[in-house]
């Protein structure tokens, strides 16, 4: 009794899963396997300019014809100037670079590669889970 989307959601999770389990799988591959494999710097550079591209089709397809009310009127309400968004960008930048970098020097060197990295990415998820309930449950 929790609505007609369960199973729409449920189907878009196993399947965004099984698509994250694959990338892994793949990455570790071109990685380490054959003569002509990536190191972990040019991997995680072709990951970044795959990601930047499609990320700015997107800003141009959707984000610039619906600016305002989905930038500059958000930021209005919530009291954020363009510096400290600009900011907050940068910070979140340098972390997802550090991330990409750990991440691929994971699936490159440690043995397991690709299992090694879904165990961690386990353990990520439930330590979000424990630290969001012990900072936001019963607070907002």
């Known amino acids: 009794m929790v609505g007609p989307g369960v ?3 449920l189907l878009m999770v196993v399947i965004g899963t099984m698509m994250h389990g694959l990338f892994y799988v793949m990455s570790e591959a071109v990685m380490t396997k054959g003569e002509d494999r990536l190191t972990v710097e040019q991997n995680c550079a072709v990951q970044g300019m795959t990601a930047s591209a499609s990320f700015l089709a997107w800003q141009f397809v959707y984000t610039l014809p619906n ?6 009127e958000p930021m209005r309400h919530a009291g954020t100037s363009i510096s400290t968004a600009v900011g907050l960008l940068l910070v979140f930048s340098a972390v997802s670079f550090l991330h990409s970098i750990t991440f ?13 990295a879904g165990v961690f990415k386990g353990l990520q998820a439930v330590l979000v889970f424990v630290m969001t309930d012990l900072l936001y449950c019963g607070r907002l």
């Open 104 to 116: 691929y020097y994971t699936l490159r060197h440690l043995s397991g590669g690709a299992t090694s």
């Open 67 to 72: 600016i305002d009310m989905k930038l500059w």
């Open 7 to 9: 199973l729409h959601g």
